[in-house]
């Protein structure tokens, strides 16, 4: 590469990203979650890098998530929680779906929790999805049928 003139230089460097922009886009998202992961790394104050390669590597070794063997939406997710004092390095970092990744918030296993509880508040099981409010998948679909059917009771009632 020319370094010494300006012109040369400019004209090398466009040349040489016309005929690298194929391999640039598709190396983009890689680039970007490493930039990501490392981000959070020194915010968590943790030890560790990834680099693109590692990145690369762990969605060849599995590209399905890890949790739900789902394949929409992948994005890496650290097994121990960085916040949790998980490190930045290449075997803590799995493949994961996005609502697999934002469920597991600070915690080891996804979907089987709340934010606030260890299990569902209505029947006490852990092994179901949690929803909202702290209840399951069944009882929120159960308590939201009900509010249902009560409103259509008191709306029927009023009128």
Known sequence: MPLKDRV?????????????????AAERPFYDM????????????????????DIRAIFDAGSMCHYCNGSYLLG???VVPMSNGGFNIRENIV???RSC????WQGA?????????????RCGTSERKH???????ACY??????????????????T
Do not use: M
């Open 95 to 97: 493949v994961a779906c």
């Open 76 to 78: 890496l997710d650290h």
């Open 131 to 137: 929803v909202a409010l702290g209840l399951c998948n």
């Open 101 to 104: 990744n934002s469920s597991k």
């Open 8 to 24: 040369k230089r400019l004209a090398y460097l466009k040349t040489y990203r016309e005929r690298h922009r194929e391999k640039r």
């Open 109 to 121: 296993r996804p979907w089987r929790w709340s934010r606030f509880n260890k299990s569902c508040a």
């Open 141 to 158: 679909l159960h308590v939201r049928n009900l509010r249902k059917q009560f409103n259509a009771i008191n709306h029927q009632g009023s």
């Open 34 to 53: 490493a930039r990501h992961a490392n981000q959070r790394a020194r915010l968590h104050k943790v030890a560790g890098r990834i680099t693109i390669h």
